[in-house]
């Protein structure tokens, strides 16, 4: 990462200080949670694009930390509620909140980093970046229900699908893109296409994340990951397999996906599946796609080392192995 980071090195080291300042709280009890998710390895993508797009857009303040920040905070409290309600219990291989400390710590600490994030906001006294976060975790909210509609549902569409990850994933990487382009009182066009590269980027990003669900290896389990179809997750791989799967291959499919337990055999299973009917590489090309196209809208923008991050930030969508 160290090619995208390599300009904001002195902000991104100011942020880690700041957080600690930021999460300002009496019960020691809900530091100790946030210190354990918020630095348990995160790539701080969300963050590095406010400060990136901030930077390309000329903006000169401080605004931008806290900011990356508060957008931390909100995607710390989706991975919190998402854990729950998933019942997951690794994340960035180590234990997850709730299997360390029950759901109830882990859904109550989310909502205080919703809270704090807002409280927080008010205080910066920024309307319109206000009401543009204030958009972005009603989408996350609906992205999240409609993944939990569709669980198991091999009649998920590509257009469910997408409905899902933009709702889920990207609409977040738009918002920090586009703080940037508030902060640095940009045209509307810039504006617009800083949020049109940062919501690609964040398809793109989940795109790859589908991909290596089925294709990465743990080497600590010694076997494939499979979180998805463990927790009844129909992604683009499996979905495009799907379309050209034979009646008994999808009814083996759905039986797996309603399992409460899946078994490594059952995972091999749907994904010789997926290989079978090129799941992986009609992803990969969607992939590539989104990049190529979230590029495609930096070119308003002139040549600096701010936009060469963000194009080499692209890159490393496409090759990342976690």
């Known amino acids: 990462m160290t090619d995208f980071i390599k300009p904001i090195e002195k902000d991104l080291k100011k942020l880690e200080l700041s957080i600690d300042k930021l999460i300002a709280t009496r019960i020691d009890f809900i530091k100790k949670i946030v210190n354990y998710i918020i630095k348990s390895g995160g790539k701080r993508v969300r963050p590095i694009l406010v400060m990136l797009c901030s930077k390309l857009c000329g903006y000169k303040g401080k605004k931008h930390i806290p900011f990356a920040a508060i957008v931390e905070f909100i995607h710390t ?16 291989g180590s234990s997850t909140v709730n299997t360390v400390w029950g759901n109830e710590p882990s859904v109550l600490v989310g909502d205080f980093l919703y809270s704090r994030s807002f409280e927080l906001m008010s205080y910066e006294g920024n309307q319109e970046i206000l009401k543009t976060i204030s958009q972005a975790t009603t989408a996350l909210s609906e992205g999240e229900i409609l993944e939990i509609i569709k669980t198991a549902d091999i009649t998920t569409t590509e257009k469910d699908y997408f409905e ?159």
Not at 288 to 300: D, I, N, Q, T
């Open 77 to 92: 409290a989706t991975l919190l509620h998402d854990d729950v309600v998933d019942n997951a219990k690794t994340r960035r």
């Open 164 to 322: 899902i990850i933009g709702n889920k994933t990207a609409v977040l990487f738009s918002v920090a893109c586009e703080i940037g382009a508030i902060l640095g009182n940009v045209t509307n066009k810039e504006r617009s296409a800083l949020k049109n590269f940062g919501y690609k980027l964040g398809i793109a990003f989940q795109l790859r994340d589908d991909i290596l669900d089925y294709t990465s290896y743990d080497e600590l389990l010694g076997k494939h990951v499979g979180t998805d179809l463990k927790e009844g997750k129909v992604t683009l791989p499996l979905i495009y397999a799907l379309k050209s799967a034979g009646e008994k291959e999808k009814l083996s499919t759905v039986k797996i996906l309603k399992k409460h337990t899946v078994s490594q055999r059952d995972f091999e299973r749907v994904r010789k599946l997926i290989e079978k009917y090129n799941g992986i590489s009609y992803t990969s090309t969607a992939t590539e796609k989104y990049l190529g196209s979230a590029k495609k809208e930096l070119s308003r923008f002139p040549d600096s080392q701010y936009k060469d991050a963000l194009l080499s930030l692209a890159d490393y969508m496409l090759k990342r192995e976690k």
